[in-house]
Structures are given as C-alpha cells and as structure tokens.
C-alpha cells in the first residue's frame, strides 16, 4: 500500500512540472538575469522560512503536550509543504504526512488532527493581519476591488470553520460528531451522481470528533503557549516579504514598504484559496497585474512574479520532495 501512495505521489510530481513546464522554462531564463547576491538572500531566507516553519509546528506539538525531534520535525514540515503543493486541499492534505508518522509511532493521531487545525488557522489569521494592512495601502493608492475582498472572506469563513470545528470538540464532541456527520452525508448527497457510492464512511465522523477532542482536551491547560504558533506564524510572513524585497532588489526594480505588503497579500490570497495545486497558472496571472496596479512596470512585474514563485514555490517543492523520499526510506519504501 505504502508502494501504491509513494507512486501516486510521484506521479502527481510529475504530472505538476509538467503542466508548469512552460513555466519553469521561463523562471531559468529569469534567474538567469538577476543579481546574484540578492537571488542567494532571497533563497537563504527562503531556507530560514522552512525552519521557522518547522519551529512553529514544534509550538504547536508542545502545546498538545507532544514533543518530536528537530530534524524530523523539518523533514515531516518540508514533505507535508510538497504534498500541499501538488494536491489542491487548501494546504490540509499534507497533513497525512504528519498522521501518517504518528500511526507509525502508535502517537495520538487526535492530538496531530488538531495540530493541522490549529497550524491551519494560525496561518489563516497571520495572513488576514497582513491582508489587513495591505488592503489599507490598496485602499489608499485606490486599487482596492471586488476580487481580492471576495478572497479574503472566503480565507476568512475557512478560518471560521476551523475555529467553530475546535470549539465544538472543545465543548461536546456528540456535537462535532453530528457536524462532522452532517457534512459527510452533504458531500456524499452532491457527489452519488457521480460516483454512485459514498464517498465518505459517516460513522467515521463520529470517531474522528472523538480524536479531536481527545486533542483539544490537551490545550485546556495551556492557553498562554496560544500566542507562541501565532507569533512564528507572523513571522513567516515577514520573512517571506524580505524574500519579495531580495526579489526588486534581484532584479533593480525600485519599491516601497507599501507595495511589498500590497503585493504579497494579494498575492498570497490567491494562492491559498487557488483550485489549482500550488495556485499555478492564478497566481502567475495575478500577482504581475497586483504589482502592476501598485506602480510597478509590468515587464519588470512579470520577471518579479516569476522569480519570486520560483524561489517560494518551486525552491519548497524540491526540499520538500527530498524530504518526503528520506521519509519513505526511513519507514522500509
């Protein structure tokens, strides 16, 4: 079985550079053209991007009262971020990376279930605070529309999601077993046509909110350790936007704070609540035009797009993919 998921995920790699191939072609052209120096910042920040990344699930694992390993911690976040990125699930379905290891090492699967909950929500919320202060320079230079606050309400009813799921499991699991349930036998009611079967084992809902709340019950004595994720969550942020800012520099393009944060908040608002897997074909369509409305050249927008995604897209996607085989091979695959 482990063969048959590994091969579909490798599968599903290929498949991913091959629809972005066209792409890829014109990032190495790109790379090509900047500054060097710069380009190796805006990597090496990239690199400490990841760990913080790895730090903030350390906080979160703590919080439920787990502890795991540094090094293993890195892989399992790399590997869960290169699931994420070729399967579009809103950045859940690397989560099986985390309950897969945890069933290896008969841990609380619950305890992981809330883990990718919270991180989930956390990193909904650090970025809605960056929005916010995006939206407030879009506003201001007049480039505020109709799309990009349409994205940041369903950004937001996801978060929303996530906080009634934990606090229903934090007050009844019977309750969030029923939700769960109810929207089990939804998605199974839209989908009979055309599948013929159900897609989803209702009773399993019940059992899953048991799990949860098993998790939740671990947070109840650590409601201070809350603002920790939170805080490396944010940081992620400001790391990521001094890779944006390596990025104008990379490429000798003039910038202000504002366009930096107007810039990546529209643009990571796309690509989380992208269809396509990693946000390919919207984001590269959208952040140009993004940067484009904040005064920046639209040639020079384009080749900012471009190496930006390579070094925040493709860059992950190859730690990540290491990280996933190292995995594998450490569990026999």
């Keep these: 079985m482990r063969r048959i998921i590994l091969l579909i995920v490798i599968l599903l790699a290929v498949l991913y550079i091959v629809v972005s191939f066209t792409q890829l072609e014109s990032i190495i052209e790109t ?10 910042a805006a990597f090496l920040f990239e690199l400490i991007c990841l760990f913080n990344n790895s730090v903030t699930f350390g906080a979160l694992f703590r919080l439920v009262g787990m502890k795991e390993d540094r090094w293993h911690l890195f892989l399992m ?12 699930t809103g950045g859940m379905g690397g989560m099986a990376v985390f309950i897969d290891s945890a ?20 990193e909904y919320a650090s970025l809605l605070c960056v929005v916010m202060v995006g939206f407030i320079v879009l ?26 799921v934990l606090y229903l499991g934090y007050k009844s699991k019977d309750r969030l077993g029923r939700l769960l349930a109810g929207l089990s036998r939804l998605v199974n009611r839209l989908l009979k ?10 009773e399993n809902a019940y059992k899953l909110s048991s799990e949860i709340s098993e998790g939740i019950s671990t947070l109840r004595g650590n409601p201070r350790k809350l603002i920790w994720p939170f805080l490396f969550s944010l940081n992620n942020k400001a790391i990521l936007i001094s890779v944006l800012a390596f990025t104008f520099l990379a490429l000798d393009t003039p910038y202000s704070t504002g366009t930096l944060i107007g810039g990546f908040s529209i ?3 796309f690509y989380y609540i992208s269809p396509t897997p990693g946000g390919v074909g919207v984001v590269e369509g959208i952040f140009p035009l993004a940067l484009n409305s904040l005064r920046v050249p639209f040639a020079k927008a384009v080749l900012i797009t471009l190496t930006y995604r390579s070094i925040t897209l493709w860059f992950p996607l190859l730690v990540g993919f290491v990280s996933f085989r190292i995995l594998q091979k450490k569990h026999g695959v």
């Design 31 to 40: 790379l090509r053209k900047g500054n060097l120096p710069f380009l190796l």
């Design 77 to 88: 976040t790399t590997a869960s971020t290169f699931i994420s990125m070729i399967t579009p």
């Design 139 to 164: 506003i201001r230079r007049n480039n505020l529309n109709t799309g990009e606050l349409t994205a940041a309400s369903i950004m937001f009813l996801i978060a929303l999601g996530d906080v009634v």
């Design 193 to 202: 046509h055309f599948i013929h079967r159900d897609l989803i084992n209702v």
């Design 267 to 269: 643009g990571h608002l």
């Design 103 to 122: 069933r290896q090492r008969k841990l609380s699967t619950g305890r992981v279930l809330v883990v990718g909950i919270l991180y989930l929500l956390y």
